[in-house]
């Protein structure tokens, strides 16, 4: 799903359960919600042996991402327009995407 790609081995992150996770590489990442709407995620760490696509809510909203929650689902928005919105389940709020394809 990278867009833009660099190795960055020797690099961990620390997860909630104190275990660390090798990040393999760094780049970025296009997001194309449903309805066409493309979200660029930068500096996002590429750690393998995490199961999931893991993205921090915090994190979008310091980039001028506006997340809406409510009745089980989040709307995001970005400088007043909507983008896509993401529905939980197990949990998780997970995004309705596209997959976009890379030639290398």
Known sequence: MFSSYQV???STIMMENDSHASIFGVGSVN???ILGKILQLKNMQHAP???K????GSLLCR???KL???FNKVVV???GQFIGKSYESGGLFCFLLT???YQY
């Open 8 to 10: 960055a081995r020797g």
């Open 31 to 33: 997001l194309k919600f």
């Open 49 to 51: 042996s995490i199961k």
């Open 53 to 56: 696509n893991l993205v921090s």
């Open 63 to 65: 980039d001028g991402v």
């Open 68 to 70: 809406v929650f409510g």
């Open 77 to 79: 928005s970005r400088y």
């Open 99 to 101: 997959v976009l394809k």
